[in-house]
């Protein structure tokens, strides 16, 4: 970390190097596809490299760097809101989801579902439910009301729901008859 506040290359590659996997994996969870989930990790790294003395040891490095990922990936998103207008679902699906088949699945299975959710939907289900943030740390980081955050993540999460039902209705149905 030393060597990355001095501005030493090959130092900053090695960080890259070790956490890049990890943290495209943050960022694919925000982005509408592969090449923009490595535009924000870019972005994020360029970020980390310019802000790393803020870093205060407190949590771990890995920790520090996966919230400017998200901080990052979330701006991006915002600029991107900035130049089209948002995606508006009003339909709210409330299908429930047997267990059984969501532990069927991978999580590759899983992440390309949550790949599928309105870009809105995304980033909120994202933040609440994969990274653990509260309702009200969404609502202050996007600019919305808290309520908003919490009907899009419902909205989020039956939207899923219908994505796992209609990729999984042979299988749901088997399990359906069998009790």
């Known amino acids: 970390m030393e060597g990355c506040l001095r501005g030493d290359r090959k130092l900053q590659k090695a960080l890259y190097e070790k956490y890049a996997s990890r943290m495209l994996g943050v960022c694919l969870r925000y982005a509408e596809h592969r090449e923009e989930a490595e535009d924000m990790l870019q972005e994020g790294f360029i970020k980390v490299f310019h802000s790393i003395s803020t870093y205060e040891k407190r949590g771990s490095f890995e920790g520090w760097i996966r919230r400017v990922m998200v901080f990052t990936s979330i701006n991006i998103y915002k600029s991107r809101l900035r130049n089209y207008k948002e995606e508006q679902m009003t339909e709210y ?4 989801v047997n267990e059984n088949i969501i532990d069927r699945l991978s999580a590759k299975e899983i992440v390309a579902l949550i790949q599928q959710l309105p870009e809105g939907y995304r980033i909120i289900f994202n933040l609440f439910a994969v ?17 908003t955050s919490k009907s899009q993540f419902a909205r989020a999460r039956g939207y899923l729901q219908q994505l796992i039902f209609k990729q999984n209705k042979e299988l749901y149905e088997q399990i359906a008859r069998s009790g």
Not at 93 to 96: G, L, T, Y
Not at 131 to 147: D, F, N, P, R
């Open 131 to 147: 990274e653990g943030y509260t309702h009200k740390e969404i609502a202050e980081e996007l600019g919305i009301a808290i309520g």
């Open 93 to 96: 699906f409330d299908e429930p």
